[in-house]
């Protein structure tokens, strides 16, 4: 039976070490270590399950790039880490990012599964296709796949882990003291997918997870983001600076789901909100200014060149970007749907380099909701109204202090707004988000069976 979908705008809550401007952490109260920490995690976890927001999601980059020099890092591996945050949170859903790039298709799966079952249900995979040369020499290799290449890997993968999830029927595992059958194998299959990047027999060796399979949520903007995304995902990360360009993102994002035979009414747009919370927004704005100040000029400039991928002695404080040396296909530097937005902005504003550090301390790319309690609700309903969001991926400016703000003022007026949840609907992530939980695809005498992947384009 289906489950009705909740009547509730979705909100998840970043796990940015310390919160989303660089220098929160050192206006925190706390050793300046704890921002990089377990206990900082686990922290602002409990903080979000209380406020029942729908999950908390831990980004990830498996390299080491100067941006943490002057802010907290993300260092622990994100499986591992939510494994923990689980036994600390009953109900809040745990996104763990992990890259189709440099995983094997085997081992992630059950990692993601394991952490599915750890945590009862509440397990969310963030899919990235992780660009970066850097990253690449970590794992053997001396470039990344070019851009095209690492999406159709990427649809690989993806397809590769599901059948994994997939290859144990749901009454596989009958552990049944009278007859002494632990698990029954004949509703266990071999998967034998065979692609040209991705090449595993299976099957996994745990059982199917409470979710059957965990939510899978994509971060990316790009053309090919859109493409995995809308093929696979249950929520899509995004950047939109505006609710113009939000309204025509989730309605491609619906129409090429639509297109793959899914209901696009299950893919969920979440784009990055960045939230600063003052009883007046007067407060609000002394308070963006105050960890302005702590966001250094040197780690500014730095992370924007790393960002935009051109060398930092080429961006000059008060002239424009650098035109000529900025990539028109986004294809190097950041993420290309983050590169695109914030070259947009900047190049639509004309803003030179001091100006868009001026902003940056929140993200310059994502929209920004700086005010009071009611302010910020205003923002999140009017946008969600509009048919732009499904919800929004929070991003406090800094952490624990706004989102507890967050959590105490602005969710109590989305609440009486009849906006927001009052209680979570079952216990599992899927329940929350409102969806279904696939079936195992096992007819009733299926046993052991190979399974080869079917050809599909990956427009």
């Known amino acids: 039976m289906t489950k009705p979908k909740p009547k509730s705008l979705t909100l998840n809550l970043n796990l940015i070490p310390g919160g989303v401007f660089p220098g929160a952490w050192r206006a925190g109260e706390k050793d300046g270590q704890h921002y990089s920490s377990l206990d900082h995690y686990i922290e602002v976890a409990k903080i979000a399950e209380k406020g029942l927001l729908d999950a908390v999601f831990l980004a990830d980059t498996p390299v080491w790039r100067y941006r943490g020099e002057y802010r907290p890092f993300r260092g622990l591996d994100p499986t591992v880490a939510l494994g923990a945050v689980a036994q600390h949170t009953s109900r809040i859903g745990l996104v763990a990012t992990a890259s189709s790039s440099y995983n094997s298709a085997y081992n992630l799966a059950r990692r993601i599964s394991t952490l599915d079952h750890v945590s009862k249900g509440r397990a969310a995979w963030n899919v990235v296709a992780t660009t970066g040369d850097d990253v690449a020499q970590n794992f053997g290799q001396a470039k990344m796949l070019d851009h095209?290449?690492?999406?159709?890997?990427?649809?690989?993968?993806?397809?590769?882990?599901?059948?994994?999830?997939?290859?144990?029927?749901?009454?596989?595992?009958?552990?049944?003291?009278?007859?002494?059958?632990?698990?029954?194998?004949?509703?266990?299959?071999?998967?034998?997918?065979?692609?040209?990047?991705?090449?595993?027999?299976?099957?996994?060796?745990?059982?199917?997870?409470?979710?059957?399979?965990?939510?899978?949520?994509?971060?990316?903007?790009?053309?090919?983001?859109?493409?995995?995304?809308?093929?696979?995902?249950?929520?899509?990360?995004?950047?939109?600076?505006?609710?113009?360009?939000?309204?025509?993102?989730?309605?491609?994002?619906?129409?090429?789901?639509?297109?793959?035979?899914?209901d696009p009414e299950t893919v969920k747009v979440l784009p990055g909100l960045v939230t600063l919370v003052g009883s007046t927004e007067a407060e609000a704005r002394r308070r963006e200014r105050e960890l302005q100040e702590l966001h250094t000029e040197h780690y500014a400039i730095n992370a924007l060149a790393l960002q935009l991928g051109v060398p930092v002695e080429a961006l000059v404080l008060d002239k424009e970007l650098p035109w000529d040396l900025i990539p028109e296909d986004g294809h190097s530097g950041s993420k290309q749907g983050h590169f695109a937005a914030l070259v947009a902005t900047a190049r639509s504003e004309r803003l030179t380099v001091r100006e868009i550090l001026a902003r940056q301390g929140g993200g310059l790319t994502h929209v920004a909701a700086i005010g009071a309690p009611e302010q910020i609700a205003d923002l999140i309903e009017s946008w969600y109204r509009a048919g732009a969001v499904d919800g929004f991926n929070v991003m406090p400016a800094a952490l624990p202090e706004v989102a507890i703000a967050f959590v105490e003022h602005v969710l109590p007026v989305l609440q009486k707004r009849g906006l927001f949840r009052t209680e979570y609907p079952g216990t599992t992530l899927r329940d929350t988000y409102g969806l279904e939980r696939p079936a195992d695809g096992f007819s009733e005498n299926y046993g052991i069976k190979r399974v080869r992947r079917a050809e599909a384009s990956f427009s």
């Open 148 to 262: 095209a290449a690492r999406y159709r890997r990427a649809h690989e993968f993806v397809e590769a882990v599901i059948q994994l999830w997939d290859s144990w029927a749901d009454d596989a595992f009958v552990a049944d003291k009278t007859t002494g059958v632990f698990v029954n194998e004949k509703r266990i299959r071999e998967i034998d997918y065979v692609g040209e990047y991705v090449n595993v027999v299976g099957p996994l060796n745990l059982p199917r997870s409470p979710q059957g399979h965990p939510v899978i949520v994509q971060a990316g903007s790009s053309e090919d983001g859109v493409g995995l995304a809308s093929r696979f995902a249950d929520a899509v990360y995004t950047v939109q600076h505006d609710l113009a360009s939000a309204l025509a993102f989730r309605t491609k994002v619906r129409d090429r789901a639509k297109a793959w035979g899914r």
